[in-house]
Each structure stands twice: as structure tokens, then as C-alpha cells.
């Protein structure tokens, strides 16, 4: 079976060296490469994609990349910033098929996990959001998982004790949600 022969690999970000990078002088691009286990070896397709943010500085990072099957993936995109500071935590959908005219994968967002919907607060009081919304303010939102068809569950590294993106002053326990 075609879909599960490769396996496929992605950096969390760019090379520090400029010419290993897909684009010369663009931090932002990164690239998918294809592996094939019964070789042993990377197959010599790759695929371009590109972050949110700045070109320089490897200001996002990628936290995860899971496989939906046929081609498609689900990707984690997130900073580095925590708490109040979190501006980029977000589910991109993509399907390896489906380029633009430069060759890069296209992306469609899937969930911005810094605003996600919590009709029945199921979350609880929450500092820093409104009743009715629940969000996912940390560094490491690293796990993104299939549970079904229509269900995915994202967790995150707490990095023990060092990060409080819940509550300042306040090591994070771990969050995994249902989405």
C-alpha cells in the first residue's frame, strides 16, 4: 500500500546555515522530506512549506506533523512566547498534492488554538480570556494526535518546572484537549 510505504520527517525550523536552507535568506521556508523504511534511505522528493512569521530569526517554530492519511497532514505552528506574550499557537491542515505556483505546499488553517470556541466552558475560569473560550498559551504545544476522523487531541511539553503559560509563577501541568 502506497500510503503507509514512506515515512516523512520535518525540522522544527530552518537550517542556521543559509545555503542548507530550501530558500537562501528565508528562515520561513522549511522543507518535508520523504523516507522509505524498506530502503533505508530518503527517497529524494521533498517538499517546500512555509511558517507564519518573520524570514529571519526562526521566530516560529514547528511542533508537530501527523498524518491524516492520502497525503494529508495536520501541523502544529507555534512561537516561542507563553502566556500573555503568545501570539502564534496554531492547527494547519495540508495536503503534500496541493502546491502553489512557487511549489509550496498550501495550508489551510484548521484551528487558532489561542481562540477556540468553549460553549459550555468546559475549561473553567481562565485568566486572561473571556467565559466561553479556551486557549492553549504555551511554548511547547508539541503533540498533535488522530483519534478518529472528525477528532484530533493537541498536548503540550511542560518543560517541568520551567514554563507558565496558564498562570504566571505557576508551573503548567499538562493540557491535552479534544478538539
Do not use: W
Amino acid at each position: 500500500d502506497q500510503e503507509r510505504r514512506f515515512l516523512y520527517a520535518m525540522p522544527e525550523a530552518a537550517p542556521t546555515v543559509d545555503t542548507l536552507r530550501p530558500v537562501p535568506g528565508d528562515e520561513r521556508l522549511l522543507e518535508i522530506f520523504e523516507f522509505d523504511p524498506e530502503a533505508r534511505a530518503y527517497t529524494g522528493r521533498a517538499f517546500k512549506y512555509r511558517k507564519d512569521g518573520p524570514s529571519a530569526e526562526n521566530g516560529t517554530s514547528i511542533g508537530d506533523l501527523t498524518s491524516l492519511g492520502e497525503g494529508r497532514f495536520v501541523l502544529i505552528e507555534r512561537d516561542n512566547a507563553l502566556g500573555a506574550e503568545a501570539a502564534l499557537k496554531k492547527l494547519y491542515i495540508l495536503d503534500l498534492a496541493v502546491t502553489d505556483e512557487a511549489g509550496i505546499v498550501r495550508k489551510n488553517q484548521l484551528v487558532d488554538l489561542l481562540h477556540i470556541s468553549d460553549p459550555r466552558d468546559i475549561g473553567g475560569d481562565l485568566p486572561r480570556i473571556a467565559a466561553n473560550e479556551f486557549d492553549m498559551p504555551f511554548v511547547s504545544v508539541e503533540c498533535v494526535v488522530r483519534l478518529s476522523p472528525t477528532t484530533l487531541a493537541v498536548a503540550i511539553d511542560t518543560n517541568f518546572p520551567g514554563n507558565d503559560g496558564r498562570i504566571a509563577g505557576t508551573p503548567d501541568d499538562t493540557e491535552v484537549i479534544e478538539l
